[in-house]
């Protein structure tokens, strides 16, 4: 059992599905969720990454070779059986001064973090509907989604947009049986952070801007996902969990 994927949860007979399920996050989230008993699709465009998490992970998981973006993976999606999980984790970020990001880089932030997880969710919770067993919904959010940040106007807009959307899905939902709430994480120490921490001035930018006065780890994170993920957080709907340090309380 590796460290960012240790749970006490028991999720066993639910069906999960996990977007940009091939690194980080939502790889780490993926192992957490089989080892609760539950039926993962693994949703990412690496084959390659996906095809190594299958290994270690066994039959609990299917890979679906996706863009997330595609209207041919929500078409697969609406096609499932069951669906008592979704984890709408893929996302993009490019740091940029404000006055210097390109029409194309915030159409593709737009694309994704928005459009892409709105539309996934609309899926998710058509097939949660037709089920009629209700379901969670969880949006990877930000900590970026509860302020603004130099460098990052974009990214907060969409973060922003993204706890908008889950809380009014979660008004508009929670009379039928599905919950849909946000995890809002700070900086955390993952594959994919590791070269930004090399530069000394940003690592010390967010360590004071951390009361706690530390990085992130996965599995505060997986934490809060399996919490919404569970029946645990029963009565939990249009709300974010903020994985911050303390960020957001300044």
């Known amino acids: 059992m590796s460290e960012g994927s240790a749970t006490t949860w028991d999720l066993s007979g639910r069906v999960a599905l996990i977007t940009g399920a091939s690194r980080g996050i939502g790889e780490a989230c993926a192992e957490a969720m089989v080892e609760a008993g539950a039926r993962v699709i693994a949703v990412a465009r690496s084959e390659k990454d996906l095809a190594s998490l299958a290994d270690r992970l066994?039959?609990?998981?299917?890979?679906?070779?996706?863009?997330?973006?595609?209207?041919?993976?929500?078409?697969?999606?609406?096609?499932?059986?069951?669906?008592?999980?979704l984890l709408n984790n893929a996302g993009t970020n490019a740091p940029q001064p404000f006055v210097d990001i390109a029409e194309d880089v915030l159409d593709e932030m737009i694309e994704l973090n928005v459009r892409a997880l709105f539309l996934a969710a609309q899926s998710a919770a058509r097939v949660m509907l037709r089920s009629g067993n209700g379901g969670s919904i969880i949006n990877m959010s930000s900590q970026m989604g509860h302020i603004?940040?130099?460098?990052?106007t974009a990214y907060c807009m969409t973060k922003h947009a993204?706890?908008?959307?889950?809380k009014s899905?979660?008004?508009?939902?929670a009379s039928r049986g599905i919950r849909v709430n946000s995890v809002a994480?700070?900086?955390?120490?993952?594959?994919m952070t590791v070269p930004m921490f090399e530069d000394k001035a940003f690592?010390?930018?967010?360590?004071?801007?951390?009361?706690?006065?530390?990085?992130?780890q996965l599995r505060e994170v997986v934490a809060a996902v399996m919490f919404l993920a569970s029946p645990d957080s029963s009565l939990m709907t249009g709300s974010s969990l903020k994985i911050d340090g303390g960020w957001t309380a300044r």
Do not use: H, Y
């Not at 603004?148 to 990052?152: I, Q, S």
């Not at 899905?169 to 939902?173: A, D, N, S």
């Not at 994480?185 to 594959?191: M, V």
């Open 148 to 152: 603004g940040a130099p460098n990052r």
């Open 58 to 85: 066994g039959r609990a998981v299917e890979i679906w070779v996706e863009d997330v973006k595609d209207r041919s993976f929500r078409e697969r999606l609406e096609r499932v059986d069951r669906l008592d999980i």
């Open 169 to 173: 899905m979660g008004v508009e939902l």
């Open 185 to 191: 994480p700070t900086f955390i120490e993952t594959p």
């Open 203 to 216: 690592k010390q930018w967010a360590l004071d801007c951390i009361p706690m006065g530390r990085i992130g």
């Open 162 to 166: 993204v706890e908008g959307l889950t």
